[in-house]
């Protein structure tokens, strides 16, 4: 079955690179939401002010992959305690939030919070927030990991998110698939 999935954790680019690796996943869009304004442009979302965060828009076929294993990806491969970002991304449109379309995934993404609370010893800064709207970004930044590679390879390394992956990603996602029920 057809499924959605609407993430935002810190910069959309290395989000989309990593999502578009799983099996089940049907699609990838990076784009804004939660903002106020419509239609808002990277220029505008980047300024800060327009309620939008950078967010990730998944669709899933839910027969191959679940919403608790993308949620469980999200939680793993972002910091969770950082409320002012995403690595070398610090500002409102950089921090870290699940952007729930169902009462199931808002309960899931609560449960999940919860759990990883007590793993890190630490509040989790994510927020769970309802869905209203979602607007793709510039054709540009689709893809931009396949369209600009150098560019893209070089702000992942410089971003602080490979040590991430390599170091923080395995436990915690570990830990949620083993706890999470």
Same mark, same amino acid.
């Given at each position: ?27 990838? #869009? @990076? ?13 505008? @979302? ?12 998944? #669709? ?33 449109? $950089? ?30 800064? @994510?927020?769970? @927030?309802?869905?209203?709207?979602? $607007? ?18 070089? $702000? ?6 490979? $040590?991430?992956?390599?170091?923080? #990603? ?12």
């Amino acid at each position: 079955m057809k499924e959605v999935a609407v993430f935002a954790g810190g910069c959309f680019w290395c989000m989309q690179h990593h999502f578009d690796q799983i099996k089940g996943v049907l699609e990838t #869009t @990076v784009g804004y939401s939660g903002g106020n304004l419509k239609n808002p442009t990277y220029e505008k @979302v980047l300024s800060g002010i327009t309620g939008h965060s950078e967010a990730i828009k998944i #669709t899933f076929n839910s027969d191959i992959v679940t919403y608790k294993d993308l949620l469980i990806e999200f939680l793993s491969i972002i910091d969770p305690t950082n409320e002012m970002g995403q690595f070398c991304d610090i500002g409102s449109q $950089y921090e870290p939030k699940i952007f729930y379309l169902s009462d199931k995934q808002k309960e899931l993404a609560e449960r999940a919070i919860k759990i990883l609370e007590g793993f890190l010893k630490k509040k989790v800064a @994510v927020k769970i @927030v309802k869905f209203k709207n979602f $607007y793709p970004a510039e054709p540009y930044h689709q893809k931009y990991y396949e369209k600009q590679p150098k560019l893209y390879n070089s $702000y992942l390394l410089n971003s602080g998110r490979v $040590y991430h992956f390599s170091h923080i #990603t395995p436990k915690v996602k570990e830990f949620l698939e083993n706890n999470l029920k």
